[in-house]
């Protein structure tokens, strides 16, 4: 990633932080284990491909670089600043020009996008942490609509933030905080079939994988 996506990335984040929601981009090895189930995906057919919340493209550029052809991209994200950055990497960056024509972003809330068919991998880089409880229920829920059966759904949280924030937070944020993790906890204990640890990433992050009952 540019020093200018980067600089971008900060701006939204002063600007913006319940929607940013963190002061950097994922690191390329947060990226890695985001996109590790597309990797992993047996490929009897072309795949569709949903990312939620790619701001600057730091795990989109990992996925792009594993785009077949005949692979459909599509791309929901809400912050028409990043929305400028991504579409000047899918126009002047040789490897994302390459698959411009399979990929479409949409410059919308992910409650109001709508697609034709759902998809085979799902991958959100939303900060469940920084939303009210009734927005990230309307999230999930939107979510996880969009994954087909038998597909993966991948998500990061920040290690330990919840309960950091839980012990020194006023007692509104800890009460927030406390049912966002009851909530995702509950909602996807059965579907979780792996969690992975990234320690090179600023804050450290775990990666939730999800397969959705076929």
Known sequence: MSLLEQIAFFREFRRRFETTGSILPSSRFLARAMTEPLRAHPRPRPLRILEIGPGTGAVTG??????????????????????????????SDGAWRLRAAQSTIHNCPLQAFQSTAPYDVVISGLPFNNFPMSLVEELVSASWGHVAPGATYSF??????????????AKGDRERLTAIESYLQGRFRDSRF???????????????HLRKEA
């Not at 990061?156 to 937070?169: L, N």
């Not at 969690?195 to 804050?203: H, L, Q, S, T, Y």
Request: aromatic letters at 16%.
């Open 62 to 91: 990992s996925i792009v670089s594993q785009l077949q052809p005949g692979d459909v991209f599509d791309l929901v994200e809400i912050n028409e600043n990043f929305v400028a950055v991504l579409k000047n990497r899918f126009e």
């Open 156 to 169: 990061f949280e920040y290690m330990f933030v919840r309960s950091v924030r839980c012990s020194v937070g």
């Open 194 to 208: 792996r969690r992975d640890w990234v320690f090179a990433n600023v804050p450290p992050a775990w990666v939730q």
